[in-house]
Each structure stands twice: as C-alpha cells, then as structure tokens.
C-alpha cells in the first residue's frame, strides 16, 4: 500500500536522475573543454553557431534555452575570447547579431575532438543511448510547446 510521503520521496522522483546525470556529465566535459577554453555552456553556444552561422542573441537563446539575462555575459567572455563579434544593425538598434571571428571558426577544427574524448562517458549500449537521446529530445519539445 502506498504511503502518503512516496510522491515526494527522492527515489520517486524522474527530475532527481535527470538533474544528477546532467550534472555529472557536464562535468565531465570539463577537461576535454580546457583544451579550448570553454565552458560547457560556451561550448553549446559555439556548436550552434558552427552549425548555423550568424543569428540574433534571441534566435540563439531560443536554441540553446538559456535566458537574455545568462546568454549575454557567456556572450561578452566569448567575444573577449575573440571567438564572436556581436554587433548592432543599423536597421534595428533593439536586436543582437552574433558571428562567428575567423578565430571562432578556427576553433571549431579543435572542437571535432571532444565528442571522441567523451564517448563512453555514459556506459549504455549504442541503442539504448539512442533511445535516451530520442525520449529527451521528445520531452524538451513537448516542455517547449507549453
């Protein structure tokens, strides 16, 4: 018979293991990302900008769901870095553009290795990682349409 303390205990709960496995492999990013001087968060912010090219901050931040208020510095230590310019059209001062520096674009061959640096950072079958990255995916697109 159920208790009426189980929905809150931490072994019930789907968030708990989400948080922790996100938590730790994010730190586990974090020597592979030395060599390049990033954070884990710079890192995701490069990857769409390798992958896509220029785009406004909120274009950015809609991709990688992170808020004005944290995107803006991590995009300040980036264009510190000389790895992004942001730049202001003269067509509408209230809007963001980023690009890729020449810089930026250079660091991206140095980038291909992390991915190989972190396989097996999680020890599951090919399949069932697939199927993780598949239900993740799916819950975060559900959780942006709310």
């Not at 990013?29 to 995701?44: D, H, I, N």
Request: hydrophobic share 35%; charged share 30%; net charge negative.
């Amino acid at each position: 018979m159920p208790g009426k303390y189980d929905s809150i205990r931490l072994s019930n709960q789907l968030c708990f293991p989400l948080y922790a496995c996100a938590k730790e492999v994010v730190r586990q990013y974090r020597k592979p990302l030395e060599a390049l001087g990033l954070t884990y968060t710079q890192y995701v912010v490069m990857m769409v900008l390798w992958e896509h090219g220029g785009m406004t901050e909120g274009e950015l931040g809609k991709r990688v769901h992170l808020d004005s208020g944290t995107l803006a510095p991590l995009l300040k230590r980036l264009e510190k870095q000389g790895y992004l310019r942001r730049e202001r059209p003269d067509s509408d001062e209230r809007r963001l553009y980023l690009c890729l520096t020449e810089a930026g674009e250079a660091l991206k061959d140095r980038a291909i290795e992390v991915p190989n640096a972190m396989r097996g950072c999680i020890d599951l079958p090919e399949e069932e990682l697939y199927q993780l990255k598949y239900l993740l995916d799916k819950a975060l697109m559900q959780m942006d349409m709310e």
